[in-house]
């Protein structure tokens, strides 16, 4: 599954990490090993960790009528859920540079009809997502009911759709994990390099999805 939902046993499912669909060594020189392994094996993991353990609390205080415990643990639960989420995204969403193919067929027209040429809409996501103060993520979704792509940014781990109902088709981390020992403060860099590797593929697939949803 695309974000690594395991079988349901007894009560609540658990989740899994994701496997990689490429090394960790596959996306350099624009991301390297050491960052790849460590934000995949590391962060990632973090966060699917603790979403299995807030699935068993929420599922204890569900039984007890805890009401009060269910709130509290709603903020802890959407910032490691939208981790696992928004990971899964962005990892999906890369290929090693040997295997970059430009969109194509419907994508391919929508970026020509909106944005005028592919290096007009990496400019305008670039843009949106360079200043995002302390850490989130850039976007390219997809606006079910305009029917049109739609750029966005969103803070910390907040999801895309559950926070703007936009569907989302492309993610860009900006999370300093993401690339601080590679590229330092320099976040423009790390933001324009992405593009080199994006998984144009990846994208059509969510977005046939989201248009047949």
């Known amino acids: 599954p695309r974000v690594g939902a395991a079988a349901a046993s007894r009560g609540m499912a658990s989740f899994t ?3 990689l669909a490429y090394d960790y060594g596959a996306l350099e020189p624009i991301i390297s090993a050491e960052i790849m392994e460590l934000h995949h094996s590391k962060h990632h993991r973090t966060y699917v960790t603790n979403m299995n ?3 068993e609390q929420i599922e204890e205080a569900a039984a007890k009528g805890d009401a009060s415990k269910l709130i509290s643990l709603q903020p802890a639960y959407k910032f490691n859920a939208g981790g696992h989420l928004n990971h899964s995204i ?3 969403g890369l290929c090693p540079p040997s295997e970059y193919e430009p969109p194509s067929g419907e994508l391919a027209a929508l970026i020509e009809a909106q944005f005028g040429s592919l290096e007009a809409l990496q400019d305008k996501v670039t843009a949106a997502t360079v200043p995002v103060q302390g850490s989130g993520w850039g976007w390219l979704g997809y606006d079910k009911a305009a029917g049109k792509l739609a750029i966005a940014t969103c803070a910390n781990q907040d999801p895309l759709e559950a926070t703007t109902g936009l569907v989302p088709l492309f993610g860009i981390d900006v999370w300093e994990h993401a690339y ?3 590229y330092k403060n320099v976040r423009p860099d790390y933001v324009k390099a992405i593009w080199q ?3 144009w593929k990846d994208v ?3 977005l046939e999805a989201a248009k047949s949803a």
Do not use: I, K, M
């Open 90 to 92: 962005f990892f999906g």
């Open 53 to 55: 353990s807030l699935h």
């Open 17 to 19: 990490l994701p496997d």
């Open 180 to 182: 601080y020992l590679q």
């Open 197 to 199: 590797v994006a998984n």
């Open 204 to 206: 059509a697939a969510r």
